[in-house]
């Protein structure tokens, strides 16, 4: 099956730096999306982008589908972006999830 | 309400008991999905759901048997769990079963503890 790696597994950022998350893949894919899980384990959906650019607030992503990765940006960091970022790719009509990265934002 | 609910939020069973989790979409969707995550692992498919016809089984042991009874409403029925269950289980769903421009949603999940 396809694999999903992440980059870094876990991240610490005092409140107000910028960060990149990295998402590599190792096939063709029509569908990715990036989640954020929040401390209660509730999976929030932050971003469906199979290509191109997008971007919500503070937060931006960027897929580059024919080199097969994925970023996610996060600018101005707040507390309440801690939490653990999931990359899922569509594999034979699943999603197939990376192991996350965890993010740590201080005060 | 919107979105996707689970109930329980959090539950604690003995390996003997028989317990039920249920999720329910209020998102007009045609797949629902059960995930099971553990501590320190990714996120695991258990089952799929498209048009209330199970899809995909992930070599999901017996002892979890899982009911669609129509596309809003998905059940995951436990019996005779072990302490290695224990974890978070998620519910999802989608409009069909996921594809090119099809988006998945989760519920808050119910965390199980088998003691």
């Known amino acids: 099956g396809i694999q999903v790696e992440q980059s870094p597994p876990d991240l610490i950022l005092q409140e107000g730096a910028n960060s990149t998350l990295r998402c590599n893949f190792s096939d063709s894919v029509n569908n990715l999306q990036w989640f954020h899980q929040n401390p209660w384990g509730q999976l929030i959906n932050l971003f469906y982008i199979p290509s191109g650019t997008k971007q919500n607030g503070r937060l931006s992503a960027t897929t580059v589908a024919t080199e097969r990765y994925s970023l996610l940006y996060i600018s101005s960091s707040q507390t309440t972006d801690s939490g653990v970022y999931f990359c899922?790719?569509?594999?034979?009509?699943?999603?197939?999830f990376g192991a996350g990265t965890t993010v740590t934002v201080r005060a | 309400e919107t979105g996707v609910t689970q109930t329980p939020r959090h539950l604690v069973m003995g390996m003997t008991n028989k317990k039920s989790l249920k999720c329910e979409q209020h998102l007009g969707h045609n797949a629902m999905y059960w995930y099971k995550q553990s501590a320190k692992k990714p996120l695991e498919l258990m089952f799929v759901?498209?048009?209330?016809?199970?899809?995909e089984n992930n070599s999901v042991p017996s002892r979890f048997s899982p009911e669609c009874p129509n596309s809003s409403h998905l059940f995951l029925h436990l019996h005779t769990l072990q302490p290695e269950d224990s974890a978070l289980y998620l519910c999802a769903s989608s409009q069909e079963v996921v594809a090119l421009g099809v988006e998945q949603y989760f519920g808050p999940g119910t965390r199980l503890t088998v003691t």
């Open positions: 759901y498209n048009f209330k016809e199970q899809t």
């Open positions: 899922a790719v569509e594999s034979g009509y699943k999603l197939s």
